[in-house]
């Protein structure tokens, strides 16, 4: 009987012709008479019966009377304008809500007048609930004539879906499809957790899981749809990668809801009704080359209620109510690790082993393989598509030949049955890069000489050739779409930064675009001013912000320097490095800027060179042969510079240039003591804090030296007030050690202590290994005094071979004590004792020893 409900799993009928379908068309309002004449005409043409109230006699009261042509009708169409209508005596709504609200049994069409400016306030906000709460869509119309089609259409899908519906589906399908997962999750916990918290908050209606290619966003997404099946009427996977364009993206929607194409309705309107009152979650996995789409799949959230979405895409969706969560490398064991267990037990090494299994079964991390296996997930920075691909090689390739070939990373091939986009390292960057405009490619091509990241006026002072591209415009598209990520290195600015894989696919775009020379040049220069304005920051209130900014600047600092060597640029090179020479001292890195400048003073360019520039790079040259135990070497070109920074009184370079020739003068010279006053002097009218505390520490030793510990102990107070007032932590550190030393000769052990706690702090908050080997020394020191030998041997072990590693010696002014202390530790030990614990000190390392000594010392006290 029309009207009725259908028998559970019985199929229901078209009615035959003597029962025919009774459709109500809603409103009796006269501004809609077109409309309704134009609904009973279609409505009649498909030999369906039309209901329409006012065809009715009015013996009974009203409402009684549409209530009662409501029950008999199997279809209620509503057609709103601007008028919301009549409310009657004792009701408290109009009858035009009334009969929408009677027909919640029936199926229903709705149909709303897109010219509607006049529209009552009452008939805005019953439209609105109509969006929101039911489980129909409202069509919009212009005119009596579309309408009539829209109806006549509707009608006939209605008919085909509800009428003469197909079979329901079978069990397990109803609920969604999910594909199986290829791989075990590993890690990931808190992102799982974030995901699965934001979708069971039933106000969050999109979450999208973005970052680069590889980073393992499906697999995070199908572990959240998983955890979230049993909460949820349905969950279906929508796959987006094989599409190509945008238009496709409601077919492949419809087609994993199941829903097919009827009439000339919409897909997503279709889909919509489908969805609509149901609790459902709708994953679309990568959506980044169809991001055109996605405001139309959006929409289903409006008016479908209970939908959420969890996508996954390289770029962000940028729709209105998106939560973020971003995916990023999975966790590398930590710097210097060795040891088996604790490099087992990091995700990226746990993924690596899951994969390496399937290829070898017997594959395990051992003590032998876990140093190469942690370089090699380090090298591969912890990206997961990487790590698999390079896992499936250790059945012929052990860890420590992966290590030596993974400059081939980019094209090592996976699974035959791999998507196409993942096949390689460089198909699924490729794929990100294809969907970059010619702005951002150029400039993901140039950010490529960027070894270490690089800040905005970096990226501003390399990406640009002629304002050919806005650069803060191109690399916010890089950054939306994963290719480039923003970090905060502590420097004040964000840096932006490259996965290693991507940059290197990057570099060979910029090659191919044969712009990596000039664009080499460009960031030289660029680092030539941040080199200038560092060396003066470092003296300002901004000091540490300066320090965080070359600590990151560092790789690309040396690239740079390396670059204008191989260019012939000595005057660049002077430009990059002597500003900051007391940070690279600061790092240990002596040794290596002190080649630099041998490299530099041989090109021809040298000669070139102005006054200046000539007289730094001869100091620079003569520091390094100092620190490399070198004083004859070192010599001649400190006599040169002090000759010509005297000629041209340039204080600054005389004082260094006095300070340096008396550290190649023996310590029993005469002269040192007038040398290094001479030295002082220079700088003080120079007006450089940091350099007048250099030149007192070797002032002071000379002192020391004497047996005046008096007035080594004012030299090196005033030294350390100066760089107090500097927050040099480095020299700060030097001082400190200095200042234990002179307690120590002159008897005073628990100052000593307290000094060498404090410089032991700094040593370790600036990682100064130079510095560190100094303290050591102090603490070799104390132990022989409190009677521990074996411990003051292993400490004085650990200093030596920390200058080793460097390449440096101990300073000229205290080789003697440095010696004599080598002595008593020897007398105290014996011979064969003293090598053992030496070697033991350093094998242990610095740090290691550090820590022994200091627990030492607290047990003492």
């Given at each position: 009987m029309p009207g009725a409900a259908p028998r559970p799993g019985v199929r229901p009928a078209i009615p035959t012709h003597d029962q025919r379908l009774r459709v109500f068309v809603s409103s009796t309002l006269e501004e809609l008479a077109a409309e309704r004449r134009a609904v009973r005409d279609v409505i009649a043409g498909l030999r369906l019966t039309p209901v329409l109230f006012e065809l009715g006699a009015r013996t009974h009261p009203p409402r009684d009377l549409y209530r009662a042509y409501l029950d008999q009708s199997d279809v209620f169409v509503g057609i709103y304008g601007d008028r919301y209508g009549w409310v009657a005596p004792g009701m408290a709504i109009s009858g035009l809500e009334d009969e929408y609200e009677l027909s919640r049994e029936l199926p229903r069409l709705l149909y709303v007048r897109r010219a509607a400016a006049d529209r009552e306030p009452r008939l805005t906000e019953l439209i609105g609930r109509m969006q929101a709460e039911s489980g129909a869509s409202t069509t919009p119309y212009d005119s009596p004539e579309q309408l009539a089609d829209l109806v006549a259409d509707d009608l006939a899908v209605l008919l085909t879906e509800r009428f003469a519906a197909a079979p329901a589906a079978p069990p397990g399908l109803a609920a969604g499809w999910l594909p199986t997962p290829d791989a075990p999750l590993v890690d990931r916990h808190t992102e799982l957790a974030l995901v699965t918290r934001l979708l069971g908050d039933p106000t969050v209606r999109l979450v999208t899981l973005s970052g680069p290619g590889g980073i393992g966003k499906t697999r995070l997404a199908l572990a959240a749809a998983e955890t979230l099946v049993a909460d949820r009427d349905a969950v279906w996977w929508v796959d987006l990668a094989a599409l190509r364009d945008p238009d496709d993206v409601p077919a492949a929607v419809a087609a994993a809801v199941g829903v097919p194409a009827e009439g000339h309705r919409p897909l997503l309107d279709l889909v919509a009704d489908r969805l609509a009152g149901r609790r459902v979650l709708l994953v679309l996995d990568n959506a980044e080359h169809v991001l055109a789409a996605v405001p139309g799949v959006g929409s289903l959230l409006s008016r479908c209620p209970a939908t959420q979405l969890l996508v996954t895409s390289r770029s962000l969706l940028r729709l209105r109510g998106e939560h973020d969560v971003p995916l990023g490398p999975l966790a590398l064991p930590e710097p210097g690790e060795r040891r088996a267990a604790p490099v087992a037990a990091s995700a990226a090494v746990q993924l690596f082993t899951s994969r390496a299994q399937r290829a070898d079964p017997a594959f395990a991390v051992t003590e032998d393989s876990a140093a190469a296996l942690a370089e090699v997930v380090r090298r591969?920075?912890?990206?997961?598509?990487?790590?698999?691909?390079?896992?499936?090689?250790?059945?012929?390739?052990?860890?420590?030949?992966?290590?030596?070939?993974?400059?081939?990373?980019?094209?090592?091939?996976?699974?035959?049955?791999?998507?196409?986009?993942?096949?390689?390292?460089?198909?699924?960057?490729?794929?990100?890069?294809?969907?970059?405009?010619?702005?951002?490619?150029?400039?993901?091509?140039?950010?490529?000489?960027?070894?270490?990241?690089?800040?905005?006026?970096?990226?501003?002072?390399?990406?640009?050739?002629?304002?050919?591209?806005?650069?803060?415009?191109?690399?916010?598209?890089?950054?939306?779409?994963?290719?480039?990520?923003?970090?905060?290195?502590?420097?004040?600015?964000?840096?932006?930064?490259?996965?290693?894989?991507?940059?290197?696919?990057?570099a060979e775009r910029l090659r191919e675009r044969g712009e990596e020379r000039a664009t080499r040049e460009r960031l030289a220069r660029h680092l030539a001013s941040v080199s200038a304005a560092a060396g003066i920051g470092l003296n300002g209130p901004e000091h540490r912000?300066?320090?965080?900014?070359?600590?990151?600047?560092?790789?690309?600092?040396?690239?740079?320097?390396?670059?204008?060597?191989?260019?012939?640029?000595?005057?660049?090179?002077?430009?990059?490095?002597?500003?900051?020479?007391?940070?690279?001292?600061?790092?240990?890195?002596?040794?290596?800027?002190?080649?630099?400048?041998?490299?530099?003073?041989?090109?021809?360019?040298?000669?070139?060179?102005?006054?200046?520039?000539?007289?730094?790079?001869?100091?620079?040259?003569g520091a390094t042969r100092i620190a490399q135990g070198q004083p004859?070497?070192?010599?001649?070109?400190?006599?040169?510079?002090?000759?010509?920074?005297?000629?041209?009184?340039?204080?600054?370079?005389?004082?260094?240039?006095?300070?340096?020739?008396?550290?190649?003068?023996?310590?029993?010279?005469p002269q040192?003591?007038?040398?290094?006053?001479?030295?002082?002097?220079?700088?003080?009218?120079?007006?450089?804090?940091?350099?007048?505390?250099?030149?007192?520490?070797?002032?002071?030793?000379?002192?020391?030296?004497?047996?005046?510990?008096?007035?080594?102990?004012?030299?090196?107070?005033e030294a350390l007030a100066l760089v107090r007032s500097i927050a040099d932590e480095h020299l700060t550190a030097t001082l400190l050690d200095q200042l234990a030393l002179d307690a120590l000769l002159s008897g005073d052990v628990p100052s000593a202590r307290e000094r060498l706690v404090e410089s032991a702090r700094l040593h370790r908050e600036v990682r100064d290994q130079e510095g560190l080997a100094y303290c050591l020394d102090g603490l070799a020191a104390l132990c022989l005094a409190s009677g521990d030998p074996h411990l003051a041997g292993r400490l004085a072990g650990a200093a030596e071979a920390a200058r080793a590693e460097l390449g440096v010696t101990v300073w000229p002014m205290l080789r003697s004590l440095a010696a004599q202390l080598d002595e008593m530790v020897r007398a105290a030990l014996g011979e064969q004792d003293d090598r053992r614990e030496r070697a033991a000190g350093a094998a242990a390392g610095p740090w290691t020893a550090l820590e022994e000594g200091l627990a030492a010392l607290a047990g003492a006290t």
């Open positions: 591969l920075e912890g990206l997961p598509l990487a790590l698999e691909l390079v896992a499936a090689r250790v059945r012929t390739l052990p860890p420590s030949v992966l290590l030596s070939r993974l400059d081939r990373a980019l094209d090592l091939a996976g699974d035959v049955d791999a998507p196409d986009r993942q096949r390689t390292l460089r198909d699924t960057i490729a794929w990100s890069h294809d969907l970059l405009a010619a702005p951002e490619r150029a400039l993901l091509a140039r950010l490529s000489v960027c070894a270490g990241g690089c800040t905005l006026d970096t990226a501003e002072a390399i990406g640009a050739v002629d304002g050919d591209l806005d650069v803060l415009e191109a690399l916010s598209t890089l950054v939306g779409h994963s290719l480039v990520a923003s970090t905060d290195a502590g420097e004040g600015q964000p840096r932006f930064r490259m996965l290693e894989l991507v940059r290197s696919f990057a912000l300066w320090r965080a900014r070359l600590d990151a600047e560092a790789t690309d600092l040396q690239a740079a320097l390396r670059w204008a060597v191989e260019d012939d640029r000595a005057d660049l090179a002077v430009d990059l490095a002597a500003p900051l020479a007391r940070w690279w001292w600061s790092r240990g890195e002596v040794v290596p800027m002190g080649e630099m400048a041998e490299a530099t003073a041989r090109l021809p360019s040298a000669a070139r060179l102005d006054p200046g520039a000539a007289g730094l790079l001869r100091w620079a040259r004859a070497e070192a010599a001649p070109l400190f006599v040169d510079l002090v000759a010509d920074a005297r000629e041209r009184d340039e204080p600054w370079l005389l004082g260094h240039g006095l300070v340096g020739l008396a550290m190649t003068r023996p310590p029993e010279d040192l003591a007038g040398l290094l006053a001479d030295g002082v002097a220079a700088l003080r009218r120079s007006g450089d804090a940091w350099s007048i505390a250099y030149a007192l520490v070797p002032l002071g030793d000379v002192a020391l030296l004497a047996g005046d510990v008096p007035a080594a102990v004012r030299a090196h107070e």
